[in-house]
């Protein structure tokens, strides 16, 4: 049985004419395919034919307890009793700065913003400001959202030296100078960098799990590297833990790979997707918000009421229930019932990252950096997605994006889950060629 989408692709056509590529935001535009949704409930999507879905994409991360629940919504309405944007503060902003630095011991002081975008923003205006220096470094395959410094790439098969590219028109390219770009779990590059331009190099940003790249994650001895390279060179060590924080631990990848970051930026499954974000770091550097010769930093939106409440909330949960434990033992169990049916096929196959976001590779060697996923089968990956988008499992068709597990996937959702795959997976081995699949089996 495969879904209709004759609503959305009607639909489709309308938004097309009113919104470029139909969509709010580029990365929801999946041409003829693009769906929409109609309403959510826990894990799950239906969408306007009233298809409906498993989710693993979960708004890209955010909705770490599952859609509309309904603590998280109690507490926004009350945040909205208060009146949304004030111009004003409000007392619920310490009260989740300290929820937020209680589990985030880096986190000694806290500001608000609204996406990952604006905090990552911040953060690395204030790196430059604490560090006074303009130039910073980024790790492949990392995402750091859509400002312009940090839109800049290099191709997984591209030439190190030279190949860094923006990821976006519109990048003025006198900036280009300002970013360098270093490979995953191998120090060697980024002390080369650091010796050469360490008196220019004010910030180091990392994904420590990559987010954007499979949940590639990095080795202990290279984050420790990573931490004296950035005390050795006096950078900043900013880790964005805009997919990672508040769901791979309490304390977020810090906690997790027992790393203190100068300054971290947060966002995701702060507010069950609730638009919220937060910068947060050394209070030394921290204090240089504001005020005299300090950074701007700010925004009519920052701290909404609304949002804050949903985040009070959220963190409440995450903090003192089992969630956390609940969300890694289903995707500890979802990974065993995969491999198990891949194992079952002959297909070699690795997961990576954590439990609660992983990477699914059709290979047989653990990808250590972004150019390492390049060699795994993908094809195989997209496909294989696409089949399972049919059957109502929803997974991004780009195996760089992680399988994200809410506290809300169920015994049930498993079940569904691994029965689907296993129909998928035969479909598309039916379909292609023996050439593709031999290269993974
Ligand atoms: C690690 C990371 N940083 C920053 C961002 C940007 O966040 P936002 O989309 O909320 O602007 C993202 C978005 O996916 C991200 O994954």
Same mark, same amino acid.
């Given at each position: ?203 180091? =940003? ?50 997790? =790979? ?13 507010? @069950? ?101 390049? @060699?795994? @089968?993908?094809?195989?990956? @997209? ?48 379909? =292609? ?9």
């Amino acid at each position: 049985m495969t879904r209709s989408l004759i609503k959305s692709q009607q639909h489709y056509k309308r938004a097309y004419d009113q919104l470029p590529l139909g969509v709010s935001s580029n990365f929801r535009a999946w041409e003829e395919n693009t769906i929409f949704a109609a309403r959510t409930k826990g894990p799950r999507i239906w969408d306007l034919d009233d298809n409906e879905y498993i989710d693993y994409r979960l708004g890209y991360g955010p909705t770490i307890l599952g859609y509309c629940d309904e603590r998280v919504d109690a507490a926004a309405r009350r945040g909205m009793e208060l009146g949304g944007t004030i111009g004003l503060s409000t007392v619920r902003e310490a009260v989740v700065a300290e929820r937020i630095k209680k589990m985030v011991p880096s986190a000694e002081l806290v500001r608000f913003a609204n996406s990952g975008t604006e905090a990552v923003m911040a953060a690395l205006r204030l790196a430059r400001a604490f560090s006074g220096k303009d130039e910073h470094v980024m790790i492949e395959g990392c995402f750091h959202g859509h400002f312009d410094s940090v839109l800049f790439e290099i191709a997984p098969d591209e030439d190190r030296d030279g190949g860094v590219k923006p990821s976006s028109a519109g990048v003025p390219k006198v900036l280009r100078d300002l970013a360098h770009i270093v490979p995953l779990n191998d120090a060697n590059p980024l002390e080369d960098v650091l010796k050469k331009k360490g008196d220019s190099i004010g910030a180091l =940003m990392i994904e420590p799990i990559l987010g954007n790249a499979g949940s590639i994650m990095a080795e202990e001895q290279y984050m420790q590297d990573v931490r004296s390279l950035c005390d050795r060179f006096d950078v900043v060590m900013l880790v964005d833990e805009v997919k990672t924080g508040f769901r791979v631990a309490r304390g977020g990848v810090q906690e997790l =790979m027992g790393v203190r970051a100068d300054l971290c930026t947060f966002a995701k499954a702060l507010g @069950n997707g609730y638009p919220i974000s937060a910068l947060a770091g050394r209070e030394e550097i921290m204090r240089k918000i504001g005020g005299d010769g300090g950074i701007a930093q700010g925004g009519t939106y920052a701290a909404h009421s609304v949002p804050l409440a949903a985040a009070e909330k959220t963190l409440e949960i995450l903090d003192e229930t089992d969630a956390l434990e609940t969300i890694a033992a289903y995707g500890t169990r979802l990974q065993e019932g995969i491999g198990g049916i891949l194992t079952d096929r002959g297909i070699a196959h690795v997961f990576t990252g954590h439990p609660s976001m992983a990477g699914l590779f059709f290979t047989e060697v653990l990808p250590r950096n972004y150019r390492e996923w390049a @060699n795994t @089968n993908y094809d195989l990956y @997209n496909a294989l997605a696409l089949e399972l988008n049919e059957l109502g499992i929803l997974c991004e068709p780009d195996s760089r994006e992680p399988w994200f597990i809410c506290a809300a996937h169920d015994d049930a959702c498993l079940a569904e889950t691994l029965e689907k795959f296993e129909t998928a997976l035969s479909t598309v081995l039916t379909r =292609m060629s023996s050439e593709t699949v031999k290269s993974v089996s």
